[in-house]
């Protein structure tokens, strides 16, 4: 048995390997026709317009909704969709004046659809302050996630440690740099709020699998879909050695394949990675397994957007 091998037997000799949890909702596709919408032209309302960018289309569970906070209580503005071509429909909305006029901050959630509460969901993806009647907004506000997540930092390697075998060590990804010589956490990222989880992901041949939801990247995550049957470390990976997919064959060479972390709203049933993905590595054509490797920061690319009075 090589080091890595004894390092994650060691590890998980005082470390209990959480349980499979479900999948969740699908918040990624295309959502449904803009005649869903509430009727938004109410005489005695005042315009509230709204412009995004880099926000993508949510499954037709699910809707955009604006808030704006009055007086400390929050004020729906109402729901809306992102169409296929990246635009928002309706582009805007009418609101009550006094509201408008006491407005403090804008705050964006994912709403279910439909929607039988009448309070914000704890998923806040964008938020900002007005100024002069204009609100930036990002998720970098504390009303949204509370960091731009450009300071994250993520390594890899490659092993299986699940299995006794050594001829499949290629087959997994584990987010542990072990370049001092022990196996530490290797991914560094912000808490997030309630209404957020972060999850792992491999893709080979253009579909994305799992490597399991988690809170802290110190601990283990909290699903084994693939792995094997002997206990993980503590810490976020997977193994793709069992329950191959459709169209997979288990073991699998990742060499030339991508890892990816996405930031996930909870809850959340979707098998598809979210569009909030601050990290992503290339795993090299001739990686070495039990070697450390470095993922790039991707959240340059997260989503923006004003709110006007």
Known sequence: MNTIKVFF?????????????SKEEDLTSTSSSVNEFNDNAKKGKQKLQLSFSGLKPLD???????????????????????????HMAPPVFNVDPNDLANATTFVLTIEPHPDNSPAPS????????????????????????????????????????????????????WYID????????????PALPAGWR??????INGMALT????????????????????????????????????????????????TVLTIEPYPD???????????????????????TYMMMNTAAGFPTGTAKK
């Open 9 to 21: 037997v060691a590890v998980m000799a005082s470390t209990v390997f959480l349980s499979s949890c």
């Open 122 to 173: 704890a998923t806040k993806i964008l938020a900002g302050d007005f100024s002069g009647g204009m609100a930036n907004l990002n998720v970098s506000h504390p009303a949204a996630l509370g960091d731009d997540f450009t300071s994250a930092t993520g390594k890899y390697l490659l092993a299986t440690p699940t299995t006794a075998s050594m001829s499949d060590e290629n087959s997994g990804v």
């Open 269 to 291: 049933n979707s098998p598809n990675p979210f569009f909030l993905a601050p990290l992503a590595g290339d795993i090299p054509a001739n990686v070495m397994v039990h070697t």
């Open 60 to 86: 037709n569970k699910y809707r955009y909704e604006g808030w704006i906070m009055v007086n400390g209580t929050p004020v729906s503005t109402g729901k809306f969709i992102i169409n296929p071509a990246g």
């Open 211 to 258: 490597t399991g939801k988690f809170m802290d990247p110190g601990m283990a995550d909290m699903a084994a879909p693939f792995s094997g049957s002997l206990p993980g470390p503590p810490f976020p990976g997977e193994d793709y050695v069992m329950n191959a997919p459709s169209g997979l064959s288990f073991p699998i060479d990742l060499s030339g394949k991508k």
């Open 178 to 189: 072990n370049s001092s010589g022990s196996g530490m956490a290797g991914l560094m990222l």
């Open 198 to 203: 972060y999850e792992g992901w491999t893709v």
